[in-house]
């Protein structure tokens, strides 16, 4: 971890448990962890601040960290959110579409619609 931090990381995103020993060092060494389960949101974070998900554990090379302009804790809708911001110039390809409902029929039926648009706007910028 003492490796990590003197690489220049700020913040470590970690795909499973941390232990309390991990913890600690991290804390002492103040380092932000975020902690994501689902193996698609860390690939689609490692793609959005062009980091590589690291299997090994060990100093991260300068190629495999990824950069973030700002890192936060915001609320929204009631919830506490983590958001990577990017710099205004800085093309991730990314995008985040926040949905709200009344019902969680609505909100399937939303998020049903933006992925047929999401869709359809993929296959008319292919290439062919």
């Not at 971890?1 to 003197?6: K, L, M, R, T």
């Not at 232990?19 to 193996?39: F, N, P, R, T």
């Not at 980091?51 to 991260?60: I, N, Q, R, S, Y």
Request: proline fraction near 1%.
């Amino acid at each position: 971890i003492a490796g990590i931090a003197a690489a220049g990381a700020k913040v470590v995103v970690a795909g499973g448990s941390i232990s309390e020993i991990a913890q600690h060092y991290l804390d002492k060494y103040k380092l932000v962890v975020v902690k994501i389960l689902s193996k698609w949101e860390l690939r689609r974070l490692c793609r959005a601040v062009k980091a590589t998900a690291c299997a090994k554990l060990g100093v991260p090379t300068e190629d495999e960290m990824g950069y973030a302009a700002k890192v936060s804790v915001q609320e929204l809708s009631g919830r506490r959110v983590t958001v990577f911001q990017q710099a205004n110039d800085e093309d991730t390809g990314i995008a985040t579409v926040v949905l709200r409902g009344s019902s969680m029929q609505l909100l399937d039926n939303m998020e049903r619609s933006i992925n047929d648009a999401a869709a359809v706007a993929k296959q008319l910028c292919k290439d062919g």
